[in-house]
């Protein structure tokens, strides 16, 4: 079938799914979600006409964003995940038997229960116990001090919009202050290629606020560019989440290889981030 | 302007990319040859529909194409690049002190001749006296066994058409046959997400071929999928090229972390490759 999704994320870039199956469509308080059966990729969620997940590679973007920090911890018992309504950070997580609560604070309700009807491999995980939903604005929740958390993960949208706060030095800060004395954080931090300007000023924030942060990047084939990165805050170094065990389950992404690897900056950007 | 480019090389996957200006184009005997000046990734060469190469991110695939091998070489004094008319890979292996000679065995001579009037950046290359440009087919050059070479690379579009025939057992044959013992080759091998089956089948026949093989992963935020992969072929391992120091020249891309790190790849298609 010749239809076709098409995502526009940067000006100079377009990214097209051929689409086999609008499966759900509607406008929230908050943003259009859109969920759609592609070709190859599988089932997908689009929020206001972004792609946010695929069933085929999702578990890159995932898995790296939750065990990196997660691992640096190596048992952490509580846990906060920001935005993440997919559920699927929140399976990745709950991997940890160590785990006694995450948090998952996710502004859209919506969003939580489109994905629980529409997306069963992560919706079993809502009925954790071990789970706390909160639908609020994080900026708002975080600015009320509910740490400490072992592990952070901002599982956000672009920096757009409402999102735009959650791209700036103050919600690093936040973050920060809401992390236990060995915790560790991560916050989704766009493409290296694209986004150089806003990276590198979210980094020199983060040299500012832990003594050990770290950029680093994962293939994710369906995002613009190819791939995503994160900034890891943290006053321990990612290097001590290599000799942690992993927890429970399999990865589809992760080994000690390409958890090493993901720190390894093109050398212009490993240059501009230094400078 | 509202102008795009779309490319699309997979039944399930578009790209485009927004255009300023076409620059050239032409139907040469053995393909359409497109250049366009697009927006943010500059200058682009288009070659049957899909996108080569583009100003601002072709680094990461040249400097990791030539130098993963060269480097496990040391001080390559001849070598073959199979494909790559455009220059740019030339421009790399030029860098090497020690080479005495390097053949470009490239199939279309307008390839070559409308590069060097558009990409001012790759066209000086081919004024070096240690460049020899055999426009033929490489198959049939290969063939005649005009080795050995110490490094080959491997430039190859995609296996469509007439290049085909470079993605199968027999091409990856001629080519260690043309190596030298200590030589190392790669050749461009796609996409681990999209094309696992025909990687798989390609790294099985390395393993009859060479005592080290390996595949390696590098981004390319142009291309689908954001990012490309190589078969590595040598009897020497990679990590061998970790030793040696880089020629003269910059590198945008390659550093020791990215080298390693290239060569670190997702679970699932570790364990693919593996079994």
């Not at 640096?72 to 699927?88: E, F, H, Q, S, Y």
């Not at 931090?189 to 300007?197: L, R, S, T, V």
């Not at 050990?212 to 994160?230: D, L, Q, R, S």
Request: proline residues 8%; glycine residues 6%.
């Amino acid at each position: 079938m010749n239809v076709w999704f098409t995502e526009q994320l940067h000006p100079f870039l377009r990214v097209n799914l051929r689409v086999e199956r609008i499966v759900h469509e509607e406008r929230s308080p908050y943003q259009h979600i859109l969920v759609l059966d592609t070709a190859f990729f599988g089932r997908t969620l689009v929020l206001d006409g972004i792609i946010q997940l695929t069933e085929l590679d999702n578990a890159g973007y995932h898995e790296m964003m939750v065990h990196v920090p997660a691992l640096t911890v190596g048992a952490p018992k509580r846990a906060l995940i920001v935005g993440g309504g997919d559920g699927a950070a929140l399976v990745q997580m709950l991997r940890y038997p160590s785990l006694e609560e995450v948090v998952v604070c996710e502004l859209d309700a919506r969003v939580v229960e489109v994905c629980r009807a529409y997306f069963p491999a992560f919706a079993r995980a809502w009925d954790d116990p071990r789970v706390r939903l909160i639908t609020r604005d994080a900026f708002a929740y975080l600015e009320e001090q509910p740490g400490p958390f072992d592990v952070i993960c901002a599982d956000t949208t672009d920096p757009i919009g409402m999102a735009e706060r959650l791209f700036s030095a103050e919600f690093l800060r936040l973050i920060v202050c809401a992390l236990s004395p060995n915790g560790a954080a991560v916050t989704q931090c766009e493409q290296p290629y694209f986004d150089a300007a806003l990276i590198t000023q979210l980094y020199r924030a983060a040299q500012a606020l832990v003594r050990h942060p770290a950029y680093y990047y994962v293939a994710v084939p369906t995002y613009p560019g190819g791939g995503i990165g994160f900034l890891y805050l943290s006053n321990q170094p990612w290097e001590k989440g290599l000799e942690h065990p992993y927890p429970p389950g399999e990865n589809a992404y992760l080994n000690p290889q390409t958890h090493r690897a993901a720190f390894a900056l093109p050398e212009f950007f490993r240059k501009a981030l230094q400078s």
